[in-house]
């Protein structure tokens, strides 16, 4: 089985979004602009809740998925679906937007702690003015694996060693595992040579791909894989804790504008005029 090389590393860059939330952002930047199918990538949190607490009040989406998993801290959100609700550590926010959702999301710290994931996914055209969803799925409820040696695997979506993740009738057919991986291990993870994968590196260092042929990385750091059948990362003597996700890239022409994602240009401006004439919510 051929491992994955590493193809590109990624520092993510700080970048301000929302009402002034301070974020590390490594997917939509000017050096990584798409990873097909994912659109977005940000990483927040910090010790100073004034970095965040502006939050994101109320927004719209259009044409795409945005998954939240969080790590310490809470958001309280609302959407036009009706749904509101707190999402605490563990707990993961699944939400398509389809043709048209308005939601926000607003963190406060929790002992101080505020720490979470938003990664965007596409929706291919033909799902893209679907009807909204929102699935909340509690840290209780993400299956999770636990190895001999040591290993954590939290199984947000796909599947790992027989065991099926909390969220897996999404369309890009996406894995999302958190890995917590010991110093001294190795962990392989079988990914389908048509997707797209990526890790993320947020505590300790490792090697990806080959060890014998690529440094070590340190966190923080997103890891683009090259094509292959499995991903390999293994750890010296210092433990890591990273993301992996994978999903089927879409290969269709993207337009996007802030919050809506879409094929054409035309679906962007028809996006702005549902918006101002008052009948994006259906
Ligand atoms: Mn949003």
């Not at 602009?33 to 004034?50: A, K, M, Q």
């Not at 048509?194 to 997103?222: E, K």
């Not at 059948?229 to 990273?242: D, G, H, N, P, S």
Request: hydrophobic share 40%; with cysteine; glycine share 8%.
């Amino acid at each position: 089985m051929a491992t994955r090389a590493v193809r590109m590393l990624i520092e993510p860059q700080m970048v301000i979004e929302g009402a002034g939330v301070r974020l590390k952002r490594s997917i939509a930047t000017q050096r990584l602009d798409y990873l097909d199918p994912f659109l977005l990538f940000d990483h927040f949190g910090s010790d100073n809740p004034r970095d965040y607490i502006a939050g994101f009040p109320l927004h719209p989406h259009r044409g795409i998925e945005t998954v939240t998993y969080m790590l310490a801290g809470e958001v309280d959100h609302r959407d036009s679906l009706g749904n509101e609700g707190t999402i605490g550590a563990g707990d993961v926010q699944w939400m398509t937007s389809g043709h048209g959702i308005m939601h926000e999301e607003m963190p406060r710290p929790v002992n101080g702690q505020m720490e979470g994931f938003q990664l965007w996914v596409n929706l291919p055209a033909r799902l893209k003015m679907s009807p909204p969803q929102y699935r909340g799925v509690s840290a209780a409820d993400i299956p999770q694996v636990r190895k001999e040696d040591g290993t954590e695997v939290k199984i947000i979506a796909g599947n790992f060693e027989d065991v099926d993740g909390a969220v897996n009738e999404i369309v890009a057919d996406p894995a999302y595992l958190d890995v917590s991986l010991p110093a001294n291990s190795e962990f392989a993870y079988n990914v389908p040579v048509s997707h797209l994968a990526f890790a993320y590196l947020f505590r300790g260092s490792a090697h990806f791909g080959d060890p014998a042929t690529l440094d070590v990385v340190h966190s923080t750091m997103l890891v683009v894989f090259d094509q292959g059948e499995k991903i390999v990362v293994t750890t010296a003597a210092e433990a890591a804790r990273f993301l992996v996700v994978c999903g089927q890239p879409l290969h269709e022409p993207i337009a996007r504008y802030g919050p809506f994602v879409m094929n054409t240009r035309a679906e962007i401006e028809q996006a702005i005029q549902d918006l101002n004439n008052g009948t994006f919510v259906r």
